[in-house]
């Protein structure tokens, strides 16, 4: 019996925070679909200061080839106004390797982020984060 494991995603934006929700491990056509999904939702902010807001349901490991397509993208949000990111690791039994790649996608692209165990706290945090920015 062979089984397929494919992810999910999806994409949803509130004033200026970006939400994504991201379920099991991607495949290539997976992340290559998501990257493409990510270029149009980065367009609405239009340069303006914006935060992300990512949450990780299950194990979502990334081959050599998914960290790589999320360096090219957090690089294409950072010139769209990306100025922060919380991530958020659930019922995940490889959380320490997800935050260590995690560590090596954002620090390629100097991005602001931490890594969060519950989404009340990761939201609450980004929204400091992006208003003391905006006024300060």
């Known amino acids: 019996?062979?089984?397929?494991?494919?992810?999910e995603y999806s994409i949803a934006?509130?004033?200026?925070i970006l939400q994504v929700d991201a379920f099991g491990p991607f495949d290539n056509s997976v992340t290559e679909q998501y990257?493409?999904?990510?270029?149009?939702?980065c367009e609405q902010f239009a340069s303006q200061p914006w935060g992300l807001l990512i949450s990780f349901h299950?194990?979502?490991?990334?081959?050599?080839?998914?960290?790589?397509?999320?360096?090219?993208?957090?690089?294409?949000?950072?010139?769209?106004?990306?100025i922060a990111s919380a991530s958020v690791i659930l019922d995940s039994s490889t959380a320490d390797i997800q935050q260590l790649q995690l560590?090596?996608?954002y620090q390629a692209c100097n991005i602001t982020f931490y890594v969060f165990s519950e989404v009340g706290s990761a939201k609450a945090w980004l929204e400091q984060f992006l208003q003391q920015?905006?006024?300060g």
């Open 1 to 7: 019996m062979e089984i397929t494991l494919k992810g």
């Open 13 to 16: 934006s509130g004033s200026n």
């Open 35 to 41: 990257v493409d999904d990510m270029y149009q939702a």
């Open 58 to 82: 299950g194990n979502s490991v990334f081959s050599p080839e998914a960290e790589e397509a999320l360096i090219k993208v957090n690089k294409y949000r950072v010139k769209h106004g990306l």
């Open 103 to 105: 560590r090596r996608i």
């Open 133 to 135: 920015t905006h006024t």
